[in-house]
């Protein structure tokens, strides 16, 4: 009997012992969600998109690029319709990163640093507004960190010409064709990316080691 009222005890104890355990665990799950920062999006337009998802694609704290169309309508969000340059779309890249390892700041510090944002409507032999230099900002801070840089670079003329990089509200972002995505890396010995944006990885590579991941 005595042996049978241990036992009996003894898995209260137990049984005790482990639902504390799984809340201490539960809770301290939840209390690393509420710390850990959301994940954040940025969406720029600097020319064809093969060369800028190609270079953020190597950025640490960037999860994911992905290529595509903003600042125009979904019947129109298709390569061919927009290379005609009236649709209004630019061709973008959405950035999706991690706050606590790159801010948004140092993303268009290598944004600026590997195009030309002084070219209108055109980038290096690309020419039309589907090639424009555009900061699609998603909130009024975005806005206001891209206005401030902006003016900054002016102040201190950092290139020779005028920005003329556009800041506009982030309406909607189109995922462009397949065939598009990781065209870069799928693509090293295609022409135009040895000419046109290999040159703009190895850019990051020099310019921003720290930031910079094979």
């Given at each position: 009997?005595?042996?049978?009222k ?15 355990s ?5 809770n301290g ?16 337009s ?9 270079v ?8 994911e ?8 309508n ?8 927009v ?5 209004g ?18 993303l ?22 589907q ?15 891209a ?7 002016n ?16 309406k ?8 598009h995505?990781n065209?870069l890396?799928?693509?090293?010995d ?24 094979p």
């Amino acid at each position: 009997m005595k042996l049978r009222k241990y036992l009996f005890r003894f898995t209260i104890a137990l049984g005790i012992l482990a639902f504390g355990s799984k809340s201490i665990l539960q809770n301290g799950y939840a209390r690393a969600a509420e710390a850990a920062p959301a994940a954040e999006t940025a969406v720029l337009s600097g020319g064809c998109f093969w060369g800028i998802d190609g270079v953020f694609k190597h950025v640490k704290g960037v999860s994911e690029v992905v290529s595509g169309y903003s600042g125009g309508n979904a019947d129109t969000a298709e390569y061919e319709t927009v290379s005609t340059g009236t649709t209004g779309h630019a061709e973008s890249v959405r950035i999706t990163f991690d706050p606590a390892k790159v801010s948004y700041d140092q993303l268009l510090k290598v944004f600026f640093a590997v195009h030309d944002p002084t070219e209108l409507n055109r980038q290096g032999p690309d020419t039309g507004t589907q090639y424009r230099s555009a900061i699609f900002y998603a909130n009024d801070q975005q806005k206001a960190i891209a206005e401030a840089y902006i003016a900054e670079l002016n102040r201190k003329q950092a290139f020779p010409d005028p920005i003329v990089t556009q800041v506009t509200p982030l309406k909607h972002f189109y995922p462009a064709e397949a065939y598009h995505q990781n065209y870069l890396a799928l693509h090293p010995d295609n022409p135009y990316i040895v000419y046109n944006d290999r040159p703009k990885l190895d850019g990051l590579q020099k310019r921003f080691p720290d930031l910079y991941k094979p």
